[in-house]
């Protein structure tokens, strides 16, 4: 992945440094998958595996003593069980989201809002900041309590993006704003203070994320500071 770490060249003198480092002791060995949820690198994720466990059996034969070996991300986990070493690091999986795109995690997160207002916009009037969308019939419009502040992405605005509200779709209309966005809602029976669901189990975060051309981790690491978390626990 060439991001961090050390080459397998580089071994016999990370080897010396740390045989000569007293106090200092290695707990474990690991290393990054950086295509583990694709098919077509398969072959490459094995030379990453392949390296490891040579750079492993090479500093643990050196220093004298047992280090644990870990490789294993979120993809890795469902597709590569049987090389899970003595540990795994879950993370986005951790959230119910497959970096695989395999069946059988379960959805554990949801983010909603409420609607704010309500009101009846005429055809060919304009909504949101820099006029970017006008109506091509009167409209029910709601105005929901979730901006880019919040980490809604503004690519989601003029159609791009949906939410859900009372088991229905509604499309998010013109720009997203800083606090409050707004999504048609004339085919919905809805009222202001009703749920809005920005996603969750039946609005997946990796259907939002395609549809502005980008990845969950993306959508969920942008939800700010500001937004309540409430943790229930079964």
């Known amino acids: 992945m060439h991001r961090l770490g050390f080459l397998p060249d580089q071994l016999p003198e990370l080897i010396e440094k740390l045989k000569s480092q007293k106090g200092l002791k290695v707990k474990s060995v690991f290393s990054h998958l950086a295509a583990s949820e694709s098919w077509i690198f398969d072959n490459f994720t094995q030379k990453q595996i392949d390296a490891l466990n040579a750079a492993h059996t090479e500093i643990e034969k050196k220093i004298e003593y047992p280090v644990w070996k870990h490789i294993l991300n979120s993809a890795g986990i469902e597709r590569f069980p049987d090389v899970q070493c003595n540990m795994v690091r879950l993370g986005i999986g951790l959230y119910g989201v497959s970096a695989s795109g395999l069946n059988g995690l379960k959805n554990v997160f949801t983010l909603k809002t409420t609607i704010l207002q309500i009101k009846e916009i005429s055809n060919h009037e304009t909504v949101g900041y820099g006029r970017k969308e006008a109506l091509n019939r009167d409209a029910k419009i709601a105005t929901i309590r979730i901006g880019y502040a919040d980490g809604l992405d503004r690519k989601f605005g003029n159609r791009k993006g949906k ?5 229905n779709f509604a499309p998010i ?9 707004m999504v048609d809602v004339t085919d919905i029976d809805a009222k202001e203070g009703d749920t809005v669901i920005i996603f969750g189990e039946n609005l997946s975060v990796i259907e939002l994320a395609e549809s502005i051309n980008t990845i969950p981790y ?17």
Do not use: A
């Not at 939410?163 to 088991?167: D, M, Q």
């Open 163 to 167: 939410v859900l509200i009372n088991g």
């Open 173 to 181: 209309v013109g720009n997203v704003c800083m606090d409050l966005c």
């Open 218 to 234: 993306e959508i969920l690491t942008s939800v700010s500071p500001r937004v309540k978390r409430v943790y229930v626990k079964e």
